[in-house]
């Protein structure tokens, strides 16, 4: 079981060096955790490619589509973040010894309290989540 950040999960369904990394290591584990965070950001991640130019209106409803069934669908397991989320977020930012951004913060929460392996192409978070003793894993392509 693992937690994946935005990171990971955009690369499974949007085209990038990471995806076919991505999608190994999905079919790895028996269950993959998301947060409704993460639904959130990768919609604005598939927004803002479609924005830049990266890809097409329709590349970005087939993504959001498909990632929508699979979350609604069962596919992933869910965090649900509550109060004790957002109260550790709050405690890891307030110690002021990390470069920590609010949603990062929530991620390593969501992760920590499952006592969940957090997955992310994010160098800083994988940082950030280590030295907040969360056991994480950089994907690199």
Not at 17 to 46: K, P, T, W
């Amino acid at each position: 079981m693992i937690y994946a950040d935005t990171s990971v999960v955009a690369a499974y369904y949007l085209p990038e060096a990471l995806s076919g990394r991505v999608q190994s290591i999905f079919g790895e584990h028996d269950e993959v955790f998301i947060s409704e965070l993460v639904e959130v950001e990768f919609m604005a991640a598939v927004s803002l490619r479609l924005r830049l130019g990266d890809i097409t209106p329709d590349e970005a409803r087939q993504a959001t589509d498909l990632f929508t069934a699979h979350a609604d669908g069962g596919l992933y397991g869910k965090v649900r973040l509550a109060a004790g989320h957002y109260r550790t977020a709050r405690d890891y930012i307030g110690r002021f010894d990390a470069p920590l951004k609010s949603p990062d913060a929530l991620h390593i929460a969501a992760a920590s309290q499952r006592r969940l392996p957090l997955v992310a192409a994010d160098r800083q978070l994988v940082r950030n989540a280590e030295a907040f003793g969360v056991e994480a894993e950089l994907i690199e392509a």
